[in-house]
Nanobody
Framework: QVQLVESGGGLVQAGGSLRLSCAAS????????MGWFRQAPGKEREFVAA??????????YYADSVKGRFTISRDNAKNTVYLQMNSLKAEDTAVYYC?????????????????WGQGTQVTVSS
């Protein structure tokens, strides 16, 4: 069982930055693929970023829409994953969800991770 709690959302002007955090419970955090999804009003939930786990760190994956602007990172000692969001645009406005899954395919390919957080609102004003 994994519980995820997001924080760091808020209101920011276009071009600004925010950093989201996701604190995970459980002693096996370091074995989970961690990711971020978002859902804008009237739209389906979409994949944003994910990070796998390897002995040397982790491999990041990004949606094309955020590549070069967002950075995912994780601190296994703190059971926390982060999403640094720079150069924010109005179209980045959404509820952002943290997710966890032991399998890469479910997170990165199929986009159906098993565990979800409650979400945190990010609003970018233009």
């Amino acid at each position: 069982q994994v519980q995820l709690v997001e924080s760091g959302g808020g209101l920011v002007q276009a071009g600004g930055s925010l950093r989201l955090s996701c604190a995970a419970s459980g002693r096996t955090f370091s074995s989970y693929i961690m990711g971020w999804f978002r859902q804008a009003p009237g739209k389906e939930r979409e994949f944003v970023a994910a990070m796998t786990v390897t002995w040397s760190g982790g491999t990041p994956y990004y949606a094309d829409s955020v590549k070069g602007r967002f950075t995912i990172s994780r601190d296994n000692a703190k059971n926390t994953v982060y999403l640094q969001m720079n150069s924010l645009k109005a179209e980045d406005t959404a509820v952002y969800y943290c997710a966890a899954d032991p399998q890469v395919q479910r997170m990165v390919v199929v986009h159906t991770p098993y565990y979800w957080g409650q979400g945190t609102q990010v609003t970018v004003s233009s």
